[in-house]
C-alpha cells in the first residue's frame, strides 16, 4: 500500500536533544506508556524488537509509532488522536509499538523515516502495509488502522488458499 502525507510534522534534526531516561526495561509482555513521550491512551510496547516478537507470539499485526521527546507534533498527535475512543478500541487489534527516534536511530533507518510523527503498519511476518506521515487527526488513523487490518486479512486469505 502506499503512504498518505498529511498534517505537520517535524524533521530529523543533525543534533537532537538527548533522550531522556526512560526507565528500567520492563518484562517483555507489558505494554505501558513511555515515560517522557507522547502515547496517549493507547498501550504501546517499547521497542521494535519486542513489538516484533510480541507481535509474531500474538499473530498480530504492528502499528509502529516512531516518535521523538522533542517533536511537538507527536505529543499533539498523541493527546488527541490517541486519545479518540475509535482509535483506542482499534488499537486493541495491533501489537503498538513505540519507537523512540533517538533511542533506536536503526529501527528509523530500516523503515526509511525521516521526519515525525510516522506510523508504519506491519504484518505479524514483518511485512511493510501502509503508512502515514505527519500528525493526523483521529478519524485518518481509524481509516488507515482499517486499511492495514483488511490489508493484513486479504493476505492471510491468499495465503490459506494456497
Not at 513521550?37 to 524488537?49: R, T
Not at 513489538?51 to 509474531?56: I, K, L, P, T, V
Not at 502515514?132 to 490489508?151: E, R
Amino acid at each position: 500500500m502506499g503512504s498518505v502525507l498529511l498534517g505537520a510534522g517535524c524533521e530529523i534534526r543533525d543534533q537532537a536533544p538527548q533522550p531522556q531516561s526512560l526507565g528500567s526495561a520492563e518484562p517483555a509482555g507489558d505494554r505501558r506508556p513511555a515515560a517522557g513521550l507522547p502515547s496517549g491512551q493507547i498501550a504501546f510496547v517499547e521497542g521494535f524488537e519486542r513489538g516484533f516478537q510480541m507481535a509474531r507470539d500474538e499473530q498480530k499485526p504492528m502499528l509502529l509509532f516512531f516518535t521523538a521527546q522533542w517533536c511537538k507534533y507527536c505529543h499533539q498527535m498523541a493527546n488527541e488522536a490517541f486519545a479518540e475512543e475509535a482509535v483506542v478500541a482499534l488499537s486493541r487489534d495491533f501489537v503498538c509499538v513505540l519507537i523512540d527516534a533517538d533511542a533506536e536511530p536503526q529501527a528509523c533507518r530500516q523503515f526509511e523515516v525521516r521526519s515525525f510523527p510516522t506510523i508504519q503498519f506491519v504484518s505479524s511476518r514483518g511485512m511493510r502495509l501502509n503508512r502515514v506521515t505527519g500528525k493526523q487527526p483521529a478519524q485518518q488513523l481509524v481509516t488507515q488502522m482499517k486499511a492495514a487490518l483488511q490489508a493484513v486479512a486479504r493476505r492471510e486469505q491468499t495465503t490459506a488458499q494456497r
